[in-house]
């Protein structure tokens, strides 16, 4: 028979046991509700709102930091900067953050960013211009960057944009040596000096943008090594040239200018002007039909000429300048047709199959990037209809057992991984969009990008929605 001494030991024993137990229990519960708690917070948007007064309004809600200025956000730490409605009165020195505006007509920053390092720009309006430090990798989308001595002065690096304006500016844009250039969808106008100035050696594709009524020529390029792509774009009514290719003695190198499928009219000067403002001393003979490649535009009805003197392209290369791709294939059979052809004819069917080699060549590789682009897309939207419904589980799940069960915390983890997801292939979709060469795909990708952003944003909307949920808990995990 147990002894007395033997019970209080069994019990101690036993009690002992069950503390140890819920000790345990809400050890785990605090570290992974202080895991999920601080993971959503981490994700936590920064909101600028210069309507805010932090004396009247306590900032309560941790998973969404408010400011009234930009400044004050970037003082403190914030990446993701989400901007209201409202005008911001300061200049803005950016390394790694975005700033996305609420309403790209009525979020307005009336001061000067500076750009140095990865950073992302969207739906606002700059007053005051934006500077790109060589190095940096920069996009902007559906902004509008007005009032300014230059738009968008970059001096190097890599600078995407779509669906902009920049306009009323002195100079629209200036891009200095060694620049590479994806500018699509976008209208550059009514500045006083060139549209888009470009020095050597930039690189990169203008494709399916507006280019008019800049108060000197639409597109100005040095073209000494540079590898550009202007494609689809209409270029009219500048008060000089629509392009105005460049040489200079310090920069001879042979360019590879691309010019085709273009609407070039209504220049006040020439659709294409070929300048040597330093004199032109030690020009390569045959250096600009061996720089530039005009193909497919649609060139007329500007004032001097649609051929500067200059560009010396005799009437065959004038014609293929706007000669249809259909009307190369018709010439293509009519000379293969012919029996015994002149040697001037056999160069000329030459000249042909290899534009139809290269026009092939950039299908094939079109196809290659729509399947490619599918494919992503196809992923996202499965991963999407995943979303929808562990989103719905997790929204039906008690606050207090979405931390205590596993298999809750794992939904939010799997939530937070597919909004990494989504940001990752927003970005390859984008980094893909850079090899596009046909206005209607690439506006096509640009829109899968975006979606892919707004999913993002959603499941990271609805984090701090549980993270709100959860609020009860905030101060026991801090």
Same mark, same amino acid.
């Given at each position: 028979?147990a002894s007395?001494?033997?019970k209080?030991f069994?019990?101690?024993?036993s009690?002992f046991?069950?503390?140890s137990g819920?000790?345990?229990?809400?050890a785990s519960?605090?570290?992974?509700?202080r895991?999920i708690i601080?993971e959503i917070i981490?994700r936590?948007?920064?909101?600028v709102d210069?309507?805010?007064?932090e004396?009247k309004?306590k900032?309560?809600?941790?998973?969404l930091k408010?400011?009234?200025t930009i400044?004050g956000?970037?003082?403190e730490g914030c990446e993701e900067i989400?901007?209201s409605e409202?005008?911001?009165?300061?200049?803005i020195?950016?390394e790694e953050?975005?700033?996305k505006?609420?309403?790209?007509?009525?979020?307005?920053?009336?001061g000067?960013i500076?750009?140095?390092g990865?950073?992302?720009?969207?739906?606002?309006?700059?007053d005051?211009?934006?500077?790109?430090d060589?190095y940096?990798d920069?996009?902007?989308?559906?902004?509008?960057?007005?009032?300014s001595?230059?738009?968008?002065?970059?001096a190097?690096?890599k600078?995407?944009i779509?669906?902009?304006?920049?306009?009323?500016?002195?100079k629209?844009?200036y891009l200095?040596k060694?620049t590479n250039?994806?500018l699509s969808d976008?209208k550059v106008q009514f500045n006083?000096e060139?549209?888009i100035?470009?020095?050597?050696?930039?690189?990169?594709n203008i494709i399916?943008n507006e280019?008019?009524?800049?108060g000197?020529s639409?597109?100005?390029v040095?073209?000494?090594?540079s590898?550009l792509? /202007?494609? @689809? +774009?209409? *270029?009219?009514? &500048?008060?000089?040239s $629509?392009?105005?290719?460049?040489y200079?003695t310090?920069?001879?190198f042979?360019?590879n200018?691309e /010019?085709? @499928? +273009?609407? *070039?009219?209504g &220049?006040?000067k020439? $659709?294409?002007?070929?300048?040597a403002p330093s004199?032109?001393?030690?020009?390569p003979k045959?250096?600009?039909?061996g720089?530039?490649?005009l193909?497919?535009n649609?060139?007329?009805?500007n004032?001097?000429k649609n051929f500067?003197?200059a560009c010396?392209l005799?009437?065959?290369?004038?014609?293929?300048?706007?000669?249809?791709?259909?009307e190369?294939?018709?010439?293509?059979?009519e000379?293969m047709e012919?029996d015994?052809l002149t040697l001037?004819?056999?160069?000329?069917?030459?000249?042909?199959?290899k534009?139809?080699e290269r026009?092939a060549?950039?299908?094939?590789?079109?196809?290659?990037?729509?399947n490619?682009?599918y494919?992503i897309?196809e992923?996202?939207e499965k991963?999407r209809?995943?979303?929808?419904?562990l989103k719905?589980?997790?929204?039906?799940?008690?606050?207090?057992f979405?931390?205590?069960?596993?298999s809750?915390r794992?939904?939010?983890?799997?939530?937070i991984?597919?909004?990494?997801?989504?940001?990752?292939?927003s970005?390859i979709?984008?980094?893909?969009a850079?090899?596009?060469?046909d206005k209607?795909?690439?506006?096509d990708?640009?829109?899968?990008a975006e979606?892919?952003?707004?999913?993002?944003y959603e499941l990271?909307?609805?984090?701090r929605?549980q993270?709100?949920?959860?609020?009860?808990?905030?101060?026991i995990f801090?």
């Amino acid at each position: 028979m147990a002894s007395i001494s033997d019970k209080k030991f069994f019990i101690i024993i036993s009690l002992f046991i069950i503390f140890s137990g819920v000790l345990l229990s809400f050890a785990s519960f605090y570290l992974n509700g202080r895991k999920i708690i601080r993971e959503i917070i981490f994700r936590g948007s920064c909101l600028v709102d210069g309507s805010y007064d932090e004396n009247k309004e306590k900032n309560k809600d941790i998973f969404l930091k408010k400011y009234k200025t930009i400044s004050g956000a970037l003082t403190e730490g914030c990446e993701e900067i989400n901007i209201s409605e409202g005008i911001y009165k300061e200049n803005i020195f950016l390394e790694e953050e975005s700033l996305k505006g609420s309403d790209k007509e009525k979020s307005v920053i009336e001061g000067k960013i500076t750009i140095k390092g990865d950073v992302e720009i969207s739906e606002l309006t700059i007053d005051g211009g934006i500077e790109i430090d060589k190095y940096s990798d920069v996009k902007i989308y559906g902004a509008v960057i007005r009032n300014s001595v230059t738009g968008i002065d970059v001096a190097g690096g890599k600078l995407r944009i779509s669906g902009s304006m920049i306009e009323s500016n002195g100079k629209g844009m200036y891009l200095r040596k060694e620049t590479n250039i994806y500018l699509s969808d976008s209208k550059v106008q009514f500045n006083k000096e060139e549209g888009i100035d470009m020095r050597n050696e930039v690189e990169g594709n203008i494709i399916g943008n507006e280019i008019s009524q800049n108060g000197e020529s639409g597109i100005e390029v040095i073209v000494g090594n540079s590898n550009l792509n /202007i494609l @689809e +774009n209409t *270029i009219n009514k &500048n008060l000089s040239s $629509g392009i105005a290719a460049q040489y200079y003695t310090d920069f001879n190198f042979l360019g590879n200018l691309e /010019i085709r @499928e +273009n609407e *070039i009219g209504g &220049n006040i000067k020439y $659709g294409l002007d070929c300048k040597a403002p330093s004199g032109g001393k030690g020009r390569p003979k045959g250096y600009w039909a061996g720089s530039i490649g005009l193909s497919e535009n649609r060139i007329s009805g500007n004032n001097e000429k649609n051929f500067a003197s200059a560009c010396k392209l005799d009437d065959q290369a004038k014609n293929d300048a706007i000669k249809s791709g259909e009307e190369r294939e018709l010439e293509i059979k009519e000379l293969m047709e012919k029996d015994n052809l002149t040697l001037s004819e056999s160069e000329r069917l030459e000249v042909l199959k290899k534009y139809k080699e290269r026009i092939a060549a950039k299908e094939q590789k079109e196809t290659e990037l729509k399947n490619e682009i599918y494919n992503i897309f196809e992923e996202l939207e499965k991963i999407r209809k995943e979303d929808k419904i562990l989103k719905r589980e997790i929204e039906s799940a008690n606050p207090f057992f979405l931390i205590l069960v596993k298999s809750n915390r794992n939904k939010i983890e799997k939530i937070i991984d597919m909004s990494d997801y989504y940001r990752e292939k927003s970005e390859i979709l984008e980094e893909k969009a850079t090899e596009i060469l046909d206005k209607s795909m690439l506006k096509d990708t640009y829109s899968k990008a975006e979606l892919a952003k707004d999913y993002r944003y959603e499941l990271d909307d609805f984090l701090r929605e549980q993270g709100a949920r959860l609020y009860f808990f905030n101060s026991i995990f801090k």
